[in-house]
């Protein structure tokens, strides 16, 4: 049934494709970035593994099988659901690729399931910490330890694979994605308004107080974590195992069905539909061509060529609608229960702050590779009658565009929420989107140029491949970068200094604007000179296993 013959050739195929990628300097430079945040990152997570192998012996073992259903209750929708959240699903198998290779659906199967293992690799450490800590307690346990984690595992393992093709196949129709995108971010941020509401409270506590409790067998965590203990029959295992079984045939049939449509259209058997021509153009259309008039040509034709085709991209929309929907709602309850100073400090800039947090999750799509969807047609660009300057200014164009959209969107949302949004605090986060753009267009041209990576615009959760010198630049340098920013909030808190507040910005803008003509001249001189290498990037394939 499993052909492991096949699965080491696999491994053999991407081993030699990573390889050759690594020729170049800037690809090992990369490798070694992505290496170090690796280190760090497992690292942080082995330390809570430690953590809790060491908790039993410290505290006893009865607290800690007490909040065992709970930690495994967190393991579940971690592993599950942080996957969504981040809207990055992990590594997986580049079925278009491999629907040319003789092998088998069960085998790509098995080789997905191990990736989803590797993909939840921070939860089977905490996992591994927390079972050595109970069995250096009571030796007893191992085996029935070892057996009710084995099943939490395989469960998790195989429904994080039917998980993860339900929710591609979701994203890729248009209406269906934004509906299930607004339930994802309702369903995300429901136990945090939950926390924060008194109702809610009022309500647990006379749950509490009446002891109703969910049945054991109701979640897997629940189940699992009874059988740990030893407080569990037949009857329990039995519905354990059914819930393995289940997740299994979920994620085998969702896996079958997503390489059957992806062998289809790889084939041509599935031709997209031809819309009927329309005589009368689209509210949006008219809005870009009033943002790209006032632009001569080429350069208004490249803008409003940019424009729709980043608006036709699930891989950008999808991030665009979470920054205006899950950055306001996220912290909506947290603002509403802050008071004093600091409090009056956050609702006052509420805007420009989710403003800005909705442009650093629009980075690596909107900022930091901004030819990764011209892929190998951006060899075009070099052909055409256009500079390289005309090119990245209408990138760039594009960019202030989506992101002035982005924080008029943040406005209104933070008015329907309640947040205090008048004619200043619109024109504050305006002006303060206007300067941080400044400083993320200056660090995003350079790494567009230097380090550009081809990207697939249809994939809702995959900015490429896996570079860790551009996970480091979004994670560490983008937030540092708008350190001139941050200043001026710090100074109208500490100060209460309205005057002093503009002041900064307008320092803040000066220099912005003088690194950002700087770092365009200087991006668009590199691709020029270095067009070969530049086009090389883009022109690079993924082997058979993608990161995401």
Known sequence: MFDFTQIGALLSLQWRTISNSFHDHAERRGLWVSVLLSVVWYGLWGGVAVVCAT???????????????????????????????????????????????????PTLFLVECLLRLWTGLEMILVLTGVFVGLALVDRGEIGRLAAAL????????????????????????????????????????????????????DFSHELLRNDAVLPVWALPSSVCAAIALGQAGWFEV?????????????????????????????????APRVRASKTRESWFGRLIRRISAPF???????????????????????????????????????????????????KGGAVSFVSLYAMLLLGPVLFL????????????????????????AAKNIATAAFAFFETAAVAVMCWIAGLPVGPWALFEAMAVTTIALFYLQSVGNHMSVRFPIASNPDRVSRAGQGHGLRGAVQFLLFPLSLTPVFAAFVWR???????????????????????????????????????ELFLGHLSRGEGPLAAE
């Open 296 to 346: 001569p040509d080429p350069l208004g034709a490249l803008v409003e060529k940019e424009i729709k085709y980043l608006w036709r991209s699930p891989r950008f929309r999808l991030p665009f609608f979470m920054g205006f929907t899950f950055g306001v709602i996220a912290w909506t309850p947290i603002l509403y229960r802050m008071e004093g100073d600091i409090g009056d400090w956050m």
């Open 493 to 531: 808190f500490l100060f209460d200094s309205q005057a002093g507040f503009v002041w900064i910005l307008l320092a803040a803008a000066i220099l912005g604007g003088l690194i950002y003509w700087a770092s365009f001249l200087n991006a668009a001189a590199y691709a020029t000179n270095s067009r």
């Open 55 to 105: 908790v039993p012996m410290l505290i006893g073992a009865q607290d800690v099988r007490q909040a065992l259903p709970g930690v495994l209750l967190f393991v579940l929708g971690y592993w599950q659901l942080s996957p969504l959240v981040t809207l990055s699903l992990g590594i997986s198998l580049e079925m278009r690729k491999l629907a040319f290779y003789p092998v088998s659906v």
């Open 238 to 270: 039995a519905v354990a195992c059914g819930f393995v079984v289940g997740a299994g045939v979920f994620g085998y049939f969702m896996f079958r069905s997503s390489c059957r449509l992806t062998s289809a259209s790889t084939a041509g058997e599935q």
């Open 369 to 392: 590779n901004r030819f990764g969807f011209d892929r190998a047609a951006a060899r075009f660009y070099f052909w055409m009658p256009v500079t390289f300057e005309e090119l990245l």
């Open 150 to 201: 084995a099943l939490f595992v395989a469960f998790n393992m195989l429904f994080s694979a039917g998980m993860r093709n339900m929710v591609e196949r979701i994203f890729q129709k248009r209406m269906l994605r934004e509906t299930v995108l607004v339930l994802m971010v309702t369903l995300t941020v429901l136990p945090q308004m939950l926390v924060f509401s008194e109702r809610f409270r």
